[in-house]
């Protein structure tokens, strides 16, 4: 167990609508980082947030947005939702910004239909 | 042409064997070099991250960066069944923190 938790574990939703997945970061972590795994695009970089402030951008859609909580969890909300989201969402934390030692969540399976 | 490019395979050897997987990469700007392991269904789990050039060892992995050669390499010594599983290189730049990650190479240690 890495300590990161990430709900839902599972996630089936229409396409057009709107969902918010969540990580709570390993304790005493200020940085949250956000990926998506799919099979043709491989493991990518979304977006980071660190003590609350958007950190580093990666490739993330317009239709995607990330927030940090005062108390360091993060969501990401993803809206207008297409068959190609279809993806595995990970979270991840580290203690500070460089991201050389992140821990990883068990992610968010999202099946658009 | 991608940044990081990893054979994704799949690996298959006997128990015991010595398991070596590669990553070439384009940017030379990289100087952080990290190898993680991902099980079925699981999230990624880091194993060793390397600075530079060089070696590292860690129990049965050793990781080797080339950089004159843009190539890493993570070998895996009396390999066992459990070691069964997608083995993802990734790669950074010095500022920031972006990684930018292989395809995974996945990998099945027959008993």
């Known amino acids: 167990d890495s300590g990161v938790t990430q709900t839902p574990k599972h996630l089936i939703t229409a396409t057009g609508q709107r969902v918010t997945l969540r990580c709570s970061p390993r304790?005493?972590?200020?940085?949250v980082y956000w990926y998506q795994q799919s099979l043709d695009q491989g493991l990518q970089f979304l977006i980071q947030y660190y003590n609350g402030e958007e950190r580093a951008k990666g490739n993330i859609l317009e239709r995607f947005s990330a927030q940090q909580f005062p108390d360091l969890h993060s969501e990401l909300n993803l809206s207008s939702l297409e068959l190609g989201d279809s993806a595995l969402y990970f979270c991840?934390?580290?203690?500070?910004?460089?991201?050389?030692?992140?821990?990883f969540g068990q992610g968010t399976r999202l099946t658009v239909v | 042409q991608k940044e990081v490019e990893q054979d994704p395979g799949p690996l298959s050897v006997p128990e015991g064997a010595i398991v070596s997987l590669n990553c070439t990469y384009s940017n030379s700007a990289f100087q952080y070099f990290m190898w993680y392991r991902q099980y079925s269904r699981k999230g990624p789990e880091l194993l060793m991250y390397?600075?530079?050039?060089g070696n590292k060892e860690d129990g049965r992995f050793t990781a080797q960066v080339d950089k004159s050669s843009k190539y890493i390499s993570l070998f895996i010594r009396d390999s066992q069944p459990s070691d069964s599983a997608t083995y993802l290189c990734?790669?950074?730049?010095?500022?920031?923190?972006?990684?930018?990650f292989g395809e995974g190479t996945q990998l099945t240690v027959n008993p």
């Open positions: 990734a790669m950074k730049e010095t500022s920031g923190s972006r990684l930018t």
């Open positions: 991840a934390s580290s203690v500070g910004t460089a991201n050389t030692e992140a821990f």
């Open positions: 304790s005493g972590d200020l940085s």
């Open positions: 390397t600075y530079s050039s």
